[in-house]
Structure formats: C-alpha cells, structure tokens
C-alpha cells in the first residue's frame, strides 16, 4: 500500500507559478516512477510529467514545468513556471508500482486525491 498526499494548489494569475508537492508513505521501496496527472472541467485525465530514471513531459508543458524528486523526504515536486488558463485542473499525484510477479505483469498504481490549480486573472 502506498498513500500520497498533494499540496501546493491554489489560485494564480496567468504567468505566475507555483509548485505541488506529494509526499510518498507506505511501500515506497515498490514505487518504479512517479507522476503528475490533470483533469481539467470537461476533459479526460492525462499526463503532465513522470519520473524515474529519465523524466518526461506532455508537450503543452515543455519548458515551462519542471518534475523532481527528494528521495530523503519521498516527495515528488511540480515546479509550474509562465502558468496559463488552460492549465486550470485538478492535479493529481501518481505512484507506478507495476512489474513482474510470477512470470505475469502486474499493473498497480496509486493515487492523491488532487489539488485543485486555478489560473485566472
């Protein structure tokens, strides 16, 4: 089992930033990659960033949010840099713990329960 808290969330104004935190408990020692998630009014869910060994973005984030990781604290970070409108959503932290058990691969993942980022004039 692996809990995760998110922080950080609020109301900014576009250009502004700000950063998200998640902290990990639990089975940490399972955890293969962690990421951020949003799920904007009306829109599906999808990925902003992952980290494991490399890193990885959606491409409407690129060079404005950054993902990283203090293993000594197992808290994940979201460093969101020039914020836009369109980037208003419920954030959520992910914690990736598939791999293979017994010769089947298991998918298993964990979720916050979000943090509402509002960017707005």
């Known amino acids: 089992q692996v809990q995760l808290v998110e922080s950080g969330g609020g109301l900014v104004q576009p250009g502004g930033s700000l950063r998200l935190s998640c902290a990990a408990s639990g089975s940490i020692f399972s955890i293969n990659a962690m990421g951020w998630y949003r799920q904007a009014s009306g829109k599906q869910r999808e990925l902003v960033a992952r980290?494991?060994?490399?890193?990885n973005y959606a491409d409407s984030v690129k060079g404005r949010f950054t993902i990283s990781r203090d293993n000594a604290k197992n808290t994940v970070y979201l460093q969101m840099n020039s914020l836009k409108p369109e980037d208003t959503a419920v954030y959520y932290c992910?914690?990736?713990?598939?791999?293979?058990?017994?010769?089947?691969?298991?998918?298993?993942?964990?979720w916050g329960k979000g943090t509402l980022v509002t960017v707005s004039s």
């Open positions: 992910n914690a990736d713990l598939s791999g293979w058990q017994t010769g089947m691969f298991k998918s298993v993942n964990y």
């Open positions: 980290i494991s060994s490399t890193t």
